[in-house]
């Protein structure tokens, strides 16, 4: 029952967050594979890759969750047993999952080194690596203060104010369409992302976009955290991040719609940040300019130009 329960609270953004999502993910493969009755290896596979599609069917955009199902499902590689592929998945999830939290808590302190005692931040939605960089540079004594937005339609802010009222640390809190009013007051933009593309367009909340745009007038530098597992392999081949429209509802009540037959409410998840609008990417492995987004494609996630021929040939993004 694990993995439709998870995939339901993913899609349903009770489990949310592209780093959550890609170890609920992992984690769902992991407890799958250990409750398969293990007959052969190829039934055993056969399973998991059922599995494996019904999570990444739930949400399109976060590349974690492909990449988090990629790296475990490789566990099954090689495999002559059932027992031996059940062992193969269990110390991938477990890998991954572990590489992920130390990966946040890296991340953490490479994204703090670039806070400056007396910065006034900027963050937009509920990222748990970007507000990592800010409690950590806060935790080291530098004295900051946070600007945070609400984040419509989910209002994600909430969760981020709790999280910096509880650091202690002092915090605005203002409407999304207040970001421009109040640039000329912050230092510093982090925020997180839910994909990288290879040539280091950011694909964030919805509002990133304009959050970056107004920085970028302002002459306020973005910092985007985001782990390794975050950058997009398929978009070597040209292929675009699908954007999530979830229903409008989340933006509209159902019965105040059903009065204004005329008007349609368009809800997208997330927007596209060009590179220019980003100055740093802080990554596990260090922090480097967006321009070199393939670098970790390549060098960390393991896929080259030709890897994707050889594996797939030219498909849709995301596996999809
Ligand atoms: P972490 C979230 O998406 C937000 O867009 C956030 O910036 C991004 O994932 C990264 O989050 P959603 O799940 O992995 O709220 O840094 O739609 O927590």
Redesign the pocket.
């Known amino acids: 029952m694990i993995v439709p329960e998870t995939a339901e609270k993913i899609k349903s953004?009770e489990i949310?967050?592209?780093?959550?999502?890609?170890r609920a993910v992992a984690e769902a493969l992991r407890d799958h594979a250990l409750a398969v009755p293990a007959r052969d290896a190829g039934a055993f596979r056969q399973e998991m890759e059922r599995a494996a599609a019904l999570l990444l069917a739930t949400?399109p955009?976060?590349v974690?969750l492909p990449n988090a199902v990629h790296i475990v499902m490789a566990g099954l590689e090689g495999a002559t047993t059932a027992e031996e592929a059940q062992a193969g998945v269990v110390r991938r999830a477990d890998d991954f999952i572990r590489s992920s939290q130390h990966a946040?808590e890296q991340i953490a302190v490479f994204g703090a080194s670039h806070i400056r005692d007396g910065d006034t931040i900027l963050t937009?939605?509920?990222?748990?690596?970007?507000?990592?960089c800010i409690t950590e540079a806060h935790r080291q004594g530098k004295e900051i203060e946070v600007f945070a937005t609400e984040?419509r339609p989910?209002n994600?802010g909430l969760i981020t104010i709790r999280t910096l009222n509880d650091a202690g640390i002092k915090t605005n809190f203002i409407v999304d369409s207040a970001v421009r009013s109040f640039i000329h007051d912050i230092d510093l933009v982090v925020?997180?992302?839910?994909a990288v593309t290879v040539n280091g367009a950011v694909v964030?909340?919805?509002g990133?976009a304009q959050v970056a745009h107004s920085a970028k007038e302002a002459r306020v530098n973005v910092i985007v955290?985001?782990?390794t597992y975050?950058f997009a392999p398929r978009t070597i081949l040209g292929e675009l991040i699908r954007i999530?429209e979830r229903a409008g509802s989340e933006v509209l009540a159902d019965e105040i719609a059903r009065t204004l037959p005329h008007v349609t409410v368009r809800n997208p998840?997330?927007d596209v940040t060009p590179a220019e609008y980003v100055d740093l990417i802080v990554t596990e492995q260090g922090a480097i300019p967006p321009q070199m987004a393939y670098v970790i494609i390549r060098d960390y996630l393991g896929w080259g130009i030709n890897t994707f021929h050889e594996t797939f040939g030219p498909e849709s993004p995301n596996g999809e």
Request: hydrophobic letters at 40%; one cysteine or more.
């Open positions: 953004m949310r967050g592209a780093g959550r999502i890609g949400r955009t976060a974690s946040v937009h939605c509920n990222s748990e690596v970007a507000l990592a984040v989910r994600q925020v997180g992302a839910d964030n909340k919805i990133t955290a985001a782990e975050k999530e998840a997330f």
